[in-house]
């Protein structure tokens, strides 16, 4: 069955930088797009990020003015947020979802989520 | 950026009851639109894609209508496993995704 295990998460000081990872297994990771997705304490969720499957394709949440950075290394089942310059409100549990990728490439919807994990952002 | 409006925030029902959850878009995303149920402290789950598609294992309770800016969720008869926050995504806009605000469904 399908698995996404992130980690990497953590309290972090405004203005550092923190790598989330996120494994895969149960599937076959190297044809699938993967997403980042967050949410807020209280609020809905948001789109972070995604990369295609081979990992030549990569986009990004307007918001992010480009503080954040997805990649993959699909020799060990495992997609990264490296995450710069983090604020107070990149606080959020952020999930990495797998994508369908049955559309003709990437879907841009999300069928399998992990768990979570908590960053906080905090001095 | 399309803007997603979930109606009405909040749905306070019965066990056994029908539940119409709505979605307006600020403009079209065709049939472009996701449907997901979150329960606290669980990921996420996919309940429908492109409008009408229920996704593997969604019992047959939920079914989603819609196209264009309009779009509804509606759950036949409430589970009481079925009270949870339900979200929609548009993905007519890629790669910009947005979701809308949510709909809590709560047990009345």
């Known amino acids: 069955q399908v698995q996404l295990v992130e980690s990497g998460g953590g309290v972090v000081q405004p203005g550092r930088s923190l790598r989330l990872s996120c494994a895969a297994s149960g599937f076959t990771f190297s044809t699938y797009g993967m997403h980042w997705v967050r949410q807020a304490p209280g609020k809905g969720l948001e789109w972070v990020a995604v990369i295609s499957s081979d990992g030549s394709n990569k986009y990004y949440a307007d918001s992010l003015k480009g503080r954040f950075t997805i990649s993959r290394d699909n020799s060990k089942d495992t997609v990264y947020l490296q995450m710069n310059s983090v604020r107070a409100e990149d606080t959020a549990v952020y999930y990495c979802?797998?994508?369908?990728?049955?559309?003709?490439?990437?879907?841009?919807?999300?069928?399998?989520w992990g768990q979570g994990v908590l960053v906080t952002v905090s001095s | 950026e399309i803007v997603l409006t979930q109606s009405p925030a909040t749905l306070s029902l019965s066990p056994g009851e029908r539940a119409t959850l709505s979605c307006r878009a600020s403009q079209s995303v065709s049939s472009y639109l996701a449907w997901y149920q979150h329960k606290p402290g669980q990921p996420p789950r996919l309940l429908i894609y492109?409008?009408?598609n229920r996704a593997t294992g969604i019992p047959a309770r939920f079914s989603g209508s819609g196209s264009g800016t309009d779009f509804t969720l509606t759950i036949s008869s409430l589970e009481p496993e079925d009270f949870a926050v339900y979200y929609c995504?548009?993905?007519?806009?890629?790669?910009?995704?947005?979701f809308g605000g949510g709909t809590t469904v709560e047990i009345k």
């Open positions: 979802a797998k994508d369908p990728s049955h559309c003709g490439g990437d879907c841009y919807f999300f069928d399998y």
């Open positions: 492109d409008a009408s």
């Open positions: 995504q548009q993905r007519d806009n890629w790669p910009l995704l947005t």
